[in-house]
């Protein structure tokens, strides 16, 4: 493959194209779900491709396809070099950057490819069983997904990659309906990992814990409206890290000047309690990756240290384009899709405080619990954000349980009343889209984080 | 290699693998795309795409797989692949059987000669107009933007005697422009169609710049108010997705997740609204007479006036509810043409088409005492179960006395769809194709606007 892919490079190059590279991808995937003590899909999938991209002055020329017969690959190496012609952005050449020769395999224990596959099957309708703990939960569902990507890539830098990344994930979604309300609840265990995040889990645990958190819905109350005390719960969070000030420090958004933040570097932008990263380097999230698609090592990008602004997240263009290094963040979804500056982890470093003590603060408020959806607003800095529920804080005190609301506001605002900052982070994986394309698999998170919010639900 | 070397390839190695029936979804793809970024043309694509999707029954057991193909030995392999999944298997006890061959509906035209020749000096011809007439140098840019076009080539074969192919042109677009200086104003157009001439680059663009500008004079709203709420066709469609297609799904009536699962016959929403599933319709880009089982698409009145009138499905659905098969299970999309093999068969809407009212946006909003004319939605989605919504207002245009006032945003209007449905004030006559949709403006009477303090 290798062979195939430097041969490709010589031909983009020979087409004029000063940068460019050759990426082939292949993904072994399993997917499960069990519903209602069914087995409602098992499958397993291959897919991938390959991908030739060229550089012209400022743009990008790309051609993808599956078929990998010599032929017909120097064909779509010319083609992405003549397609980059087409384009008519200017920009800064890439300078030429390390040499790097790899093969890393995944840091798993337990790969999924060693894993029969009746295992998973018996894992996942396990998490479905444990779920039905009473005529209330009328619905319940179980999904299991692994994935096996296996990366190659040449550039023009003289680069040959080879890498592999495992993730992994479980679900368990009950629906419960006393028979005038319906109302769902979930659990997610996912990583960068392999099998081994499952042997250790208590499966009847944690089926039975969404079922009874499903059950609890039924009598959840609507959410008060308006601006609030709110503690947002790691995966909220999270969210606020990756929807807002995580979109909007991608360096693309910058160099354009569509973010907010575009010219805040060195000034203080939040609480000193905030500090927030990008890392695709920690161990066992879902987003992190040991390369990013155009063969940088993936790294640590300090985004907000105390409350005041650090940088910015780049590829190779936006590194070049601004003077500074690459960060490891240029990242496609797969070969049929353009490489652009996408987050990994991304998440609120720890503070100090226990929930309980953020808790006791509290007169009236709000305590979140889980995501639903959230939206990007690097022009206007808004935060959107839909929790699955929330919980009412009394004087200190939780009293009821709250339906699904949606968090707003702007989120430096929001930042900058942040007054405790908990001490354990948790991730939550998923797959980001730029836009609503170009799924990518990253995380988010942080610790419980108390500030104001406006709250409203239906 | 085409789609005809490999799908007998599959389905023999199959059947030798002991599988007593057999379907093959296998699709070809070419799409080209050009991306706008900071109003250039940044990026120029070409994709071609081969890929399948094997169902199989194995002694009553039912195995599944897919696999990009390059080779007929994929395609064999994954047929393989399938046929272990089956061994590990309970007996399937409701889908027994893959369709059978029947007559097709209506050949809805969602092929485009044009595209087919299109070249991607072209889509770069199209995507530079659109920049062209949106940029205002020093006022307006925009700086992300998406032109795509293609052609696909799907065919569903069955040992039953099915054997389908559609062949179909996607053209889709999404753009945005923003204002520039401080306080900047963002907003966004999208377009879906079968047929490139159908897309006017300089309206397009216009639209674009006046939307930009229309945000950027959006004032964070502060406060509450009960009113009116005027939904634009676009975010409507993502919203109707989330919570109409969601509940009129017989998967989720079959999960006894959809709100509408015993209002068959009742009404479930105001008598002004009527969705009619209309795969005859050219306007729509999934508009099809086969669905992707092989199961022929007709015209179906799901709410008319109000009243539940019936529910979509695919054949595993179909067989568990004990009803005729609707011809909804899908494995495309409206977006990209590439991938579709590697979408699992689910239920959706062909071309949902809402019947339009009689009344222009103006005069609906001179109607109104007081209320919102939303522009955009941050994130138009609903929660399914339950229909709850909590919609942050990009940007919007408040209303009184039947008049438009300020411009806000940085507000949130909650409420509930299944609710909404039923306190809708007027259904506008400004019908737009978007998603898998076809709609028109709607207004909601007494939904909650909630500011900061």
């Not at chain 1, 998440?347 to 509290?362: C, H, Q, R, S, Y």
């Not at chain 2, 495309?332 to 991938?339: A, C, Q, S, Y």
């Amino acid at each position: 493959m290798i062979d195939l892919l430097k041969q490709a490079v010589a031909v983009m190059q020979d087409a004029g194209a000063k940068f460019c590279d050759a990426r082939y991808q292949k993904v072994n995937r399993t997917t499960i779900e069990i519903v209602d003590g069914g087995v409602r899909s098992l499958a397993e999938d291959l897919v991938g491709g390959l991908c030739l991209r060229a550089r012209h002055s400022g743009s990008w020329g790309y051609a993808s396809t599956h078929d990998l017969d010599r032929k017909n690959v120097f064909l779509a190496a010319e083609r992405a070099a003549s397609n980059a012609k087409l384009g008519s952005a200017k920009g800064v050449a890439i300078p030429p950057g390390k040499t790097l020769v790899r093969d890393v395999k995944a840091m798993v224990q337990v790969h999924p490819s060693s894993v029969a596959l009746e295992e998973k099957l018996n894992l996942t309708k396990d998490l479905e069983k444990a779920q039905r703990i009473s005529p209330q939960i009328v619905n319940s569902t179980a999904a299991y997904m692994d994935s096996v990507r296996t990366n190659w890539l040449v550039n023009s830098f003289g680069s040959e990659l080879k890498w592999e990344e495992v993730r992994a994930r479980l679900i368990g979604q009950p629906i419960a309906s006393d028979g005038t309300r319906t109302e769902l609840f979930y659990n997610i265990v996912d990583g960068s990992k392999g099998f081994e995040m499952f042997k250790s889990l208590d499966i009847d645990e944690m089926g039975r814990y969404c079922g009874k958190e499903a059950l609890s819905m039924l009598s959840a109350k609507k959410c008060p409206s308006g601006e609030q005390v709110c503690i947002s719960d790691p995966w909220v969070s999270g969210l606020l890290a990756h929807e807002v000030m995580g979109h909007a420090s991608e360096a693309d958004e910058i160099i354009k000047k569509r973010s907010f933040l575009t010219t805040v570097v060195g000034k203080k932008v939040a609480s000193d309690l905030i500090t927030m990263v990008d890392d695709g380097t920690v161990d066992g999230p879902y987003g992190s990756i040991t390369f990013d698609d155009e063969g940088t090592p993936s790294s640590r990008t300090t985004i907000i240290e105390n409350g005041v602004y650090k940088g910015y997240m780049h590829s190779l263009e936006t590194a070049a384009e601004m003077g500074v290094h690459p960060t490891g963040n240029g990242r496609a979804q797969d070969p049929f899709r353009r490489v652009f500056v996408r987050m990994t982890n991304t998440f609120f470093e720890a503070g100090d405080w226990t929930l309980k003590e953020m808790l006791e603060d509290v007169k009236f408020g709000v305590l979140t619990d889980k995501v639903i959806s959230g939206m990007e607003d690097p022009v206007g800095g808004g935060f959107e954000g839909k929790a699955l529920r929330g919980f009412l804080i009394e004087n200190g005190k939780i009293t009821d349980v709250l339906r699904s609301f949606t968090l707003t506001g702007k989120a430096l605002e929001i930042l900058r009343t942040t007054d405790a900052v908990g001490k354990d982070i948790k991730f939550a994986g998923g797959n980001c889209g730029k836009g609503n394309e170009d799924m990518v698999p990253v995380s988010d998170g942080g610790p419980y984080c108390r500030s104001r919010i406006i709250l409203g639900g239906g | 290699m085409e789609l005809d070397d490999f799908i007998g390839p599959a389905v023999r190695a199959a059947k030798k693998e002991g599988a007593q029936q057999v379907e093959v979804y296998a699709t070809s793809a070419h799409t080209w795309s050009a991306y706008a970024d900071d109003s250039k043309v940044k990026s120029v694509e070409e994709k071609k795409d081969l890929g399948m999707a094997i169902r199989l029954l194995r002694e009553h057991r039912f195995g599944q797989a897919t696999s990009m193909v390059t080779s007929v030995q994929d395609a064999e392999a994954c047929a393989r692949h399938a046929a272990h999944v089956a061994t590990l298997l309970p007996i399937e006890n409701t889908f027994k059987a893959f369709p059978t061959p029947d007559k097709p509906g209506v050949w809805a035209r969602c092929s485009d000669e044009n595209i087919r020749g299109t070249e991607n000096r072209e889509l770069a011809r199209l995507m530079t107009a659109v920049i062209g007439a949106t940029v205002e140098p020093g006022k307006v840019k925009m700086p992300n933007g998406v032109l795509r076009a293609g052609h696909i080539q799907a065919r569903v074969v069955n040992t039953n005697g099915i054997d389908i192919c559609r062949d179909s042109t996607l053209v889709y677009m999404r753009a945005s422009a923003m204002t520039e200086g401080a306080n900047p104003g963002e907003g966004a157009e999208t377009f879906f169609s079968s047929r490139i001439n159908e897309l006017d680059p300089i309206a397009i663009g216009k639209r674009l710049n006046q939307k930009a500008k229309s945000s950027a004079r959006a004032e964070g709203y502060k406060g509450k108010m009960i009113g009116a709420v005027i939904m634009p066709p676009g975010d409507l469609a993502e919203l109707f997705a989330g919570s109409v297609s969601f509940a009129l799904s017989m998967e989720n009536i079959n999960r006894k997740r959809s709100p509408w699962s015993a209002k068959s016959g009742q009404p479930v929403a105001d008598k002004a609204i009527s969705f009619i599933d209309d795969p005859t319709d050219e306007r729509g880009v999934m508009s099809s007479p086969f669905d992707d089982e092989g199961v022929p698409t007709k015209r179906k009145d799901l709410v008319k006036d109000g009243i539940l009138n019936g529910f979509i499905n695919d054949a595993y659905n179909a067989y568990k509810s004990e009803v005729p098969m609707t011809g909804n299970g899908v494995r495309r999309g409206p977006r990209e043409l590439v991938g579709q093999w590697q979408i699992p068969v689910s239920i959706a809407p062909l071309n949902m088409v809402m019947r339009k009212g009689d009344r222009s946006v103006d005069e609906i909003v001179s109607s109104i005492d007081n209320g919102i004319l939303v522009e955009s939605l941050s994130a138009p989605d609903v929660h399914p179960i339950t229909g709850a919504f909590g919609l942050e207002v990009r940007c919007g245009h408040l209303i009184q006395n039947g008049s438009l006032t300020r411009t806000v945003k940085h507000c949130l209007i909650a409420g509930n769809m299944f609710d909404a449905l039923h306190h809708v004030r007027a259904v506008g006559n400004d019908v737009i194709a978007s998603l898998n949709y076809l709609l028109p403006s709607v207004c909601f009477d007494d939904l909650e606007l909630i500011g900061s303090e």
